[in-house]
C-alpha cells in the first residue's frame, strides 16, 4: 500500500530535550516535504526537498533541521524544542514538483507534538 | 509572492442541499491550484487540481472546482452534500515552475442532518 509514514504520533518532551519526528514514504517521490498545523494558520511549510541530498527552507524553519540521505526518508529535528513548536506536525511526499511537477502531495497522518 | 485565501473559517450545509466552499488566490503568471480535504485526526487527502485547459474540473467524493482567472478563485462545489462530507477543507496554489504548495487557513464544512 502506498503510503507516508510518520513516527512518533504523539509526542510530549520538554523544553531543550533533542527530537526527531521520523517520516518515510514507499513511493519512489522526489519530493518531500514538512508541514506544521495550527489553529487559525493552516498549514505552513518548514522545509522541503527535491531529491537525496537537496533540502531548501520553507516559510517557517526557525528552530528546525532535516536531512535527506536516502530518497525514502526525511526525517525532522528539533534540536532545541521550544514551547511555541507545540503544533500538529505533518510530512509530505510528492512523484515531483518545480518545473517538472505538477503532482499532488500525499500526507502522513501527522505527528502531534507537546513541549512543556 | 503566492497566497491563498479562504473567506469563511465555517461553512455549514444542510444534507442535500448544494455546498459551496471559497477560495481566492493571488499569484504571478499561470497557477496550479489544488484542494485537499482532512479529516479528523487524519493528514490531508488529495480532492482535485487544475493545471490547465477545462476550468471545471472534477475529483473524487463527487467534488468539483471551477477556475475563473478573472476572479482569482477556485470554488469548491458538491451539488447534493452529505453529512459524510462534514470535514477541513484547504485551497492550495503552486505558481508554475515553483518547488512548493502555499495553503489556505481551512474551511470547517459541517453538514447538518
Known amino acids: 500500500e502506498a503510503q507516508v509514514t510518520q513516527n512518533p504520533r504523539y509526542l510530549i518532551t520538554v523544553t531543550g530535550k533533542k527530537l526527531t519526528v521520523t517520516c518515510s514514504q514507499n513511493?519512489?517521490?522526489?519530493?518531500m516535504s514538512w508541514y506544521r498545523q495550527d489553529p487559525g494558520l493552516g498549514l505552513r511549510q518548514i522545509y522541503y526537498?527535491?531529491?537525496?541530498?537537496?533540502?531548501d527552507k520553507g516559510d517557517v524553519p526557525e528552530g528546525y533541521k532535516v536531512s535527506r540521505k536516502e530518497k525514502r526518508n526525511f526525517p525532522l529535528i528539533l534540536e532545541s524544542p521550544s514551547p511555541n513548536q507545540t503544533s500538529l506536525y505533518f510530512c509530505?511526499?510528492?512523484?515531483?514538483?518545480?518545473?517538472?511537477?505538477?503532482?499532488?502531495?500525499?500526507f502522513g497522518e501527522g505527528s502531534r507534538l507537546t513541549v512543556l | 509572492a503566492q497566497s491563498v485565501a479562504q473567506p469563511e473559517d465555517q461553512v455549514n450545509v444542510a444534507e442535500g442541499n448544494p455546498l459551496t466552499v471559497k477560495c481566492t488566490y493571488s499569484v504571478s503568471g499561470n497557477p496550479y491550484l489544488f484542494w485537499y480535504v482532512q479529516y479528523p485526526n487524519r493528514g490531508l487527502q488529495f480532492l482535485l487540481k487544475y493545471i490547465t485547459g477545462d476550468n471545471l474540473v472534477k475529483g473524487s467524493y463527487g467534488f468539483e472546482a471551477e477556475f475563473n482567472k478573472s476572479q482569482t478563485s477556485f470554488h469548491l462545489k458538491k451539488p447534493s452534500a452529505l453529512v459524510s462530507d462534514s470535514a477541513l477543507y484547504f485551497c492550495a496554489v503552486r505558481k508554475t515552475g515553483a518547488n512548493n504548495l502555499f495553503f489556505g487557513t481551512g474551511t470547517r464544512l459541517t453538514v447538518i442532518p
Open positions: 509530505a511526499s510528492s512523484l515531483s514538483q518545480g518545473a517538472r511537477g505538477t503532482g499532488e502531495l500525499f
Open positions: 513511493m519512489n517521490h522526489e519530493y
Open positions: 526537498s527535491m531529491n537525496v541530498e537537496v533540502t
